[in-house]
């Protein structure tokens, strides 16, 4: 696969799914609907422009291609113990879920906005998984965990120290030399503004941050 083309490809669709998906926002927000339903249609952007890279990628694949789940149809389970007694917990999940081969290689979480307090729930919701994974005897690190966002809405300090502790926790909770780093796209450039919000104001691609997303994407499917 010459990886060139497919990012240049994958921008090329982003670009033209970002602007009608755009639109559709804005038409949105124009007739004054509530601010459920502007967040709704925010969310449903970032879906729709995850997905289309996906499509976008998997057109430039012979045989298997990439499968993006919605998280509530592909639950995890652990089981827990307390006071003498076994607990399952089996609906586990995030937003989706990647499967190459017939196997899971990724976990993404998609949010508009990033701020520190969505940050620290997909964190917790990560662990989680990694408890699930380890019980059914899988490495975690073998996983690609990720954040998927529009725009960052956090304190870079505080973002940093969520991941700081969640890269020490999952380190002891594998027993390992090293934790799991999660990663973090934000498909637009610059810092959330309230007074230019993405319904109001087109924002610009970050395409080198798309690429990035690709290129781990794509590593992660060539190992297997």
């Excluded at 998906?21 to 949105?28: R, Y």
């Excluded at 601010?35 to 422009?49: F, N, S, T």
Aim: hydrophobic share 35%; with cysteine; glycine share 4%.
């Amino acid at each position: 696969m010459d990886r060139n083309i497919i990012k240049n490809k994958v921008i090329e669709n982003i670009k033209n799914c970002y602007d009608a998906e755009q639109s559709i926002l804005v038409n949105v927000g124009l007739h004054h609907l509530t601010e459920g339903q502007i967040r709704y249609a925010a969310g449903e952007l970032v879906e729709h422009i995850l997905q289309n890279i996906f499509d976008t990628i998997n057109s430039f694949l012979n045989g298997d291609k990439i499968i993006s789940k919605v998280g509530s149809s592909d639950y995890l389970k652990k089981e827990i113990e307390y006071k003498d007694k076994k607990y399952i917990n089996n609906t586990i999940q995030v937003d989706r879920h990647v499967w190459y081969k017939n196997k899971r290689i990724a976990f993404i979480e998609n949010k508009t906005y990033l701020d520190t307090c969505y940050y620290d729930r997909a964190l917790a919701d990560f662990k989680k998984i990694c408890q699930a994974l380890l019980q059914e005897r899988k490495n975690p690190l073998e996983f690609l965990f990720i954040v998927f966002a529009g725009q960052k809405a956090g304190k870079d300090n505080t973002l940093l120290t969520y991941e700081a502790e969640f890269w020490h926790e999952t380190k002891q909770l594998m027993h390992k030399s090293e934790g799991i780093e999660p990663k973090t796209i934000y498909f637009l450039k610059g810092t959330r503004n309230s007074s230019k919000p993405l319904y109001k104001i087109k924002h610009l691609l970050d395409l080198e941050n798309i690429k990035i997303f690709v290129d781990m994407i794509l590593d992660k499917i060539e190992s297997l």
